[in-house]
């Protein structure tokens, strides 16, 4: 009905039922209203006092009229200008959703921090020796990962989304009671959507990490140092990376409306202040999916921001150029699969300049904890190429999750 | 107010006698102008919406983003929804990626200096032949058409300076013509500064600058027609990407369905003086340089 046949007409407002018309032709184009002059001075007479409209005078302008109470329902909020917490100089800020272009690189150069691959050796060992605790351990581990990839669901197979959730869960579980006394587990707790806020100057930029990051472990201990002294200042010899032309503020979202403000999400009186572990699960929205290089550095930024909160928080917003005691922050993300494993530790709140001492930081990348969970074998020209079930289980992944979990615990 | 409309519109339908539309309908502006002329010939009235089918929103759009964006195909039709180019429609779905044709951005309004770009992807765009490259310099993201060697990691130079002496150019990077030695293949000219590169841009093709006289060059563009703009108009070293895309064999009539392009009619028509081989001289130089004529004066 909309376009009629092989006369169709024009779409405006005509519709005719015949095939043959002689007015189907193009209506005039609509005519523009006459341009208003505007001759500042001269007294303008419009129709505004009679009350109706007359031919030849001026149609009467009034002030727009705006609501002299405040109506939740219809309110717009002040452009950027207006509103209080508005500065000439912006912020540039890394939040949960933030993709940045040179991952690890990028996040290291604007947290001030030197990047080692690879677990630190005591932590290694520590691993290590958790080797056989309990007998079983390899089997539960299995069982865990089982039940997220195939148990947990009454359709064929659950959503990457949901078993990345409940293996984490059940790995948690795991380590809890792999844990040798109970008393060392009550000083620990589980916290999740809390919102973090860290703030830092670097060269003449100002920083902020915010938003709401993955599942985090608090415990009422601090984490112990993880590297000696001597490492530490060591780090002053070390150059951090640029990456011109590329500036380092590239993908964060630049704000002119912001508080400097610090809070690791919790109020002073909490029980448990000291992060732990920061858990990161990969998002499954297509909109804000992260290459795994901008995984690892949403990592590493949520952790840096955890511990500069913290120190903030205890030494105050000053800069310092070497904490008493440098704070300890370990994060781990998985998509399911594959671990990303990281130990941050700030040594640090001096970000100002790019000489003196340096973060550190350890990321073992890309630890596979099993090779295939199928629900349906691969089966390739009448040969079964990967079998149903878990096939390729490494130990060597729950071993390092472990070995972080205990970690300062044991 | 419509069902007012629809009930006197109905009102005056009647097979007897000739309707007096005009008068009823006349401070109705959405029924149109009704004419009525002849016995019987009933204008309908709208019950549908305005089609806003035809309207091209999706090319509104201010703001440079990367972000690819849906594009409404048109099938060849026009805004009045007749078929004013024959032989388009269907077609794999595209998405449009904004492809800055200015290569002299800034990114701040105050800069005036040579900058460097880094290329961090070259992919392929269902829009165009050329390959497209994702650059990144300071703080902002864009798309460009891909040189012939462009890789991801490469820098390239974006410079609007015209020294005395000609720049040896690397491939990718674009200079204004009066800073380019003659001889270079150039490709993504702008005939007038700061207008944005609308010429040399299929996959493979590059033009020649061919010489440079007082304040103007004249480049061969690859269907060796020469032009001549000012030389300060910015251009890109090198050939464009892509470069055997015109050597690739279609081989089926399906591939084409897949790029869009719909069977021609079948009908034999008369070929007219269009047809043929045509050897003819090459058209004179066109100039795109407005100088001031003297009768102005």
Known sequence: MLISGRRGCLLQARRHLALTCPSAAKIAPPRRPREKVEIPGLEVITYGERMHYVPGLAKPVYPPWEKDYKDPGYYKSPPAQEMALYKQKPCYVFNQRTSMLEGVRQAAWLTKTQVNSGLPPHLLTLAESLESRVEDQSERVQNAIKHARFWDTTESRPDKEKYSKTLLLNLLHLCATLQSSSSAQRRRILAENYSLAATWRRGEDLFQVRGQNGLLQCSMDALPQVCEEKDISATVDHVLETFYPVSPTIDLQKVNVYKEMNCTGFRDDYLYPHAHTLYFLESTDPQWKLKPDQFRAKMFMFAFGNALARAHKLYGTEPQSLLQRPITVQAVGSNGRIFQFLVFQLNTTDLDQDEGIKNQMWLDADVELYDFAKVRPLVKKKQVKVPAGLSGYKAEAFRKFLALYLHGAA | ?297
């Open chain 2, 1 to 297: 107010m419509a069902v007012s409309c629809l009930t006197r519109a109905l009102r005056s339908l009647s097979l007897s006698r000739p309707v007096l539309v005009s008068s009823q309908a006349a401070p109705q502006p959405k029924l149109g102008a009704l004419v009525s002329s002849g016995a019987g010939q009933w204008r309908g009235f709208l019950t549908t919406a305005s089609l806003e089918q035809n309207r091209t929103y999706w090319k509104q759009r201010e703001k440079y983003s990367i972000r690819p964006m849906g594009m409404k195909k048109t099938g060849g039709r026009d805004h009045t929804g007749r078929v004013r180019t024959h032989g388009i429609g269907g077609g794999h779905k595209q998405k449009y990626r904004m492809i800055d044709f200015q290569r002299l951005r800034y990114e701040a309004p105050d800069g005036g200096r040579p900058f460097e770009e880094k290329v961090v992807e070259v992919r392929y765009d269902p829009c165009r032949s050329a390959d497209i490259a994702l650059v990144a310099g300071g703080n902002r993201k864009r798309w460009i058409i891909a040189t012939e060697t462009m890789q991801a990691g490469n820098i390239i130079k974006t410079s609007g300076v015209i020294g005395r002496m000609a720049v040896s150019a690397n491939e990718g990077d674009a200079y204004p013509l009066g800073a380019l030695p003659v001889g270079t293949l150039v490709n993504n000219l702008e005939v007038q500064p700061g207008r944005g590169a609308e010429y040399i841009r299929a996959a493979g093709t590059s033009g020649v600058l061919l010489r440079k006289v007082n304040g103007t060059a004249i480049v061969q563009l690859p269907s060796k027609q020469q032009v001549q703009v000012l030389e300060t108009c910015m251009v890109t070293v090198g050939r464009v990407s892509n470069v055997d895309h015109n050597k690739r064999v279609i081989g089926k009539a399906g591939r084409n369905r897949w790029l869009g392009i719909r069977p021609s009619s079948g009908l034999w028509q008369r070929k007219g003086g269009w047809a043929g081989r045509k050897i003819k001289p090459l058209p004179p130089m066109k100039s795109y340089v407005n100088r001031p004529s003297i009768s102005a004066a």
